[in-house]
């Protein structure tokens, strides 16, 4: 079994692997935590992950992990790191298989006592309308040479075609469409999987919540967003789907090949990696672009859905519902920004896997009406207990190149939940609390079920107790559509 690194505490919310705690460590290892959270990461495998992800050429400053840190493939979820543009490498195990899964927040001009009495039949109807399960299809069929299309195009190509309004691209990260998109590099078989799946939520922690505004905050950046205590709201969390695995999957086979060709070894084959100006480096960026292209276009067709659901079941046009786009981050991306590295300003790829973006107040990728408050940060908890809205601190570009956690975290494996949690006690104790759930299986509500999940509670304790985001507004769930 790898050797699990010592954590040094530094305060309350930092934690600190020293470079001398593994051979090839370039940089230390930061954690974002509390003892509260500690408990459930020491002795784990992730820890190993972030000291590994300190080894990697060209990496800036330090390895960072989110307070909702766990096991994953190459950098732990929750992981964040940068690398220079020379030096460095790009590495799609820091990034994931599904590349630019994401958090998007509708809100409605409804309120709880409207919603309740209708909250079945509801979220029955966004089942219907929002396909969702292993391999769900019959969204949005594309022919092959629409997919190279939304590839380019992102969710502007789906706007295009009157599944949205056009103001709902003010209010996504990159406005919906990563700039650097190479549709080309995108394989036939990625191509296949996509044709399809825009427009479904497919399965594991994807979702699609009804929620209620339960209380407000930081009210002025509350009001900015049009989130207001008692009104409803609609989270879902989704990305590319089967195409972004099959890029990430092509990518990780043909570096694997590169290295060993050069007979390089890494201390974990899982971060296989291509330094970022060599041809795979600048493909996979291409074809990663791409890939986050299909997430947004797919977020946006699923909203599509969501209108007319609410649309059908309350018996009024959507845009009287209000159903505005609140914002729509990123999880699990690279992208090139320039932040001040060892006080000089320098431009460098920043992997973010299993964590967000969480710019601060003032800068020009914060749509206006949020500029004066920061961008929002969308941080989901498990289907039983609350979800927040924050937005990022000035104090979170130094401390994390401007990133945040991107949920409450996995507390046990989505094997373990199964063998601890049963189906039917789930929904029963979820029905008790007025929550109404609709899965395409037993096992897409036993994967998830609240006790699998770190206290999001806390983990939003630590991200604001870190410097890293500001909490909003509180959610909380009323009906939930689980693949």
């Known amino acids: 079994m790898e050797r699990v690194p010592k954590l040094v505490r530094v305060d309350e919310f930092t934690y600190r692997i020293d470079p001398t705690e593994q051979a090839g460590m370039r940089v230390p290892g930061l954690l974002y935590t509390d003892e509260a959270l500690l408990s459930a ?14 080894t990697l050429p060209g990496i800036q400053q330090h390895a960072l992990a989110m307070p909702d840190i766990h096991f994953g493939y190459g950098f732990p979820v929750g992981g964040v790191a940068a690398f220079d543009l020379n030096e460095g490498v790009v590495s799609p195990g820091g990034i994931g298989y599904d590349i630019n899964c994401g958090v998007r ?33 019959g ?66 922690n994807h979702f699609l919540e009804v929620q209620a505004v339960d209380r407000l905050l930081y009210p002025e950046a509350a009001a900015a967003m049009g989130l207001e205590p008692g009104r409803v709201v609609v989270m879902l969390h989704t990305g590319s789907r089967g195409l972004g695995h099959q890029v990430a999957t092509d990518f990780i086979a043909r570096m694997d090949r590169r290295l060993a060709e050069e007979g390089t070894q890494l201390v ?16 996979y960026l291409g074809a990663m672009a791409a890939g986050a292209n299909f997430a947004w276009a797919n977020r946006q067709a699923i909203t599509h859905g969501v209108r007319r659901a609410f649309a059908t079941v309350f018996g009024r046009p959507d845009e009287a519902l209000d159903l505005g786009v609140v914002y729509d981050i990123a999880h ?116 998830e079920a609240p006790g699998a999940y770190k206290d999001v509670e806390e983990v939003v304790r ?11 507004a509180r959610l909380v769930p009323l009906g939930v559509v689980k693949g």
């Not at 990461?41 to 300190?54: C, F, H, I, T, Y």
């Not at 075609?161 to 103001?167: D, I, Q, Y």
């Not at 974990?268 to 493909?283: E, W």
């Open 41 to 54: 990461v020491e002795g784990d495998p992730s820890l190993a992950q972030l000291a590994n992800v300190a």
């Open 105 to 137: 927040l509708l809100r409605t001009s409804l309120t709880v006592d409207e919603v309740r009495p209708r909250l079945a039949e509801l979220t029955e109807r966004l089942y219907r309308e929002v396909p969702s399960g292993v391999g769900s299809r």
């Open 139 to 204: 969204g949005y069929p594309l022919t092959p040479g629409e997919v190279d299309e939304v590839l380019a195009g992102g969710a502007r190509w789906v706007v295009d075609r009157g599944l949205g309004r056009s103001e709902d691209l003010r209010f996504q990260e990159e406005e919906g469409t990563l700039a650097g998109a190479a549709p080309s590099e995108v394989s036939d078989g990625a191509r296949k999987r996509g044709l399809k799946q825009l427009g479904t939520l497919g399965s594991g």
């Open 268 to 283: 974990d084959r899982q971060l296989s990696c291509a330094p970022v100006g060599s041809d795979d480096g600048a493909r």
């Open 332 to 447: 699990n991306i690279a992208k090139v920004e320039s932040h001040q590295v060892d006080g000089t300003a320098r431009r460098v790829l920043v992997h973010r896997k299993g964590a967000t973006r969480a710019f601060p107040a003032g800068r020009d990728e914060v749509p206006a009406p949020y500029r004066p408050f920061g961008q929002p940060v969308l941080i989901p908890g498990d289907m039983g207990t609350a979800s927040y809205v924050l937005v990022g601190l000035p104090s979170s570009m130094a401390r994390s190149f401007g990133s945040s956690c991107h949920g409450a975290g996995r507390r046990l494996s989505r094997h373990a939940a199964v063998r601890t949690f049963r189906y039917d006690q789930v929904t029963r104790d979820l029905r008790e609390r007025g929550i109404v759930v609709r899965s395409a299986s037993r096992e897409g509500v036993t994967e």
């Open 462 to 472: 630590v991200a604001e107790g870190a410097g890293l985001t500001r909490r909003v």
